[in-house]
């Protein structure tokens, strides 16, 4: 996959990079990505095609089905097909400081609206499936120490061959300053302590 840059998801990025809310801070990211080969992309899929067919040829039909039966499970286990409302309800679940804090800043202008066209310019939303990354907290790689919360969502659009990503993290500010990281290690000590006999 090869990172493209749009200008259309500039300001959304800068606006949403570091946004300040009192006691917590959103991170969030908006990525294209082309899924098209390129002349060395081609080759390297084709040899491990074929590397991947060898293998599989040499194992027994059962165990191929048991293998991909697996993969496919645990893909569905971590993503899930969203519609455009289900990515609206999210949006607006956590996003509603940010959406006032872009209203302010953008002269009235909605952040949903801008978020959409956006997207809409790069991987024309009528034409493209959305997915949600939900893994379990202590297996997502995206999600920071302090986070409040956070969603993963895949925008993809098969016949552009684009895939957007937008990530995004509410980090509480107690955790950024330390506050949370201080507080566990005097509950070590107590605990320390505790089981001491003096």
Not at 34 to 39: E, R, V
Not at 55 to 72: E, H, I, Q, T, V
Not at 160 to 170: A, H
Request: hydrophobic share 40%; charged share 30%; net charge negative.
């Amino acid at each position: 996959m090869k990172f493209l840059e749009y200008s259309p998801f500039d300001k959304i990025n800068e606006f949403l990079s570091d946004l300040s809310l009192g006691e917590s801070i959103i991170h969030a990211t908006l990525e294209a990505y082309s899924c098209k080969h390129s002349g060395t992309d081609r080759k390297l899929s084709l040899s491990f095609e074929h590397q991947i067919l060898d293998c599989l040829g040499k194992s027994s039909p059962p165990d191929f089905f048991l293998a991909s039966r697996a993969s496919a499970v645990q893909a569905h286990h971590f993503f899930r097909e969203e519609l455009w409302e289900d990515f609206r309800q999210i949006f607006d679940t956590y996003m509603f400081e940010a959406v006032k804090e872009w209203s302010e800043a953008n002269e009235g202008s909605s952040l949903l609206e801008n978020l959409y066209k956006a997207l809409d310019e790069v991987v024309k939303l009528g034409e493209c499936e959305i997915y949600s990354y939900n893994p379990d907290s202590d297996g997502d790689p995206f999600l920071e120490r302090g986070a409040i919360w956070s969603f993963n969502l895949f925008f993809y659009n098969r016949k552009l061959k684009r895939v957007v990503s937008f990530r995004c993290c509410c980090l509480s500010n107690l955790a950024a300053d330390g506050f949370l990281a201080n507080e566990m290690y005097d509950d070590e000590e107590e605990d320390i302590f505790n089981n001491m006999e003096m």
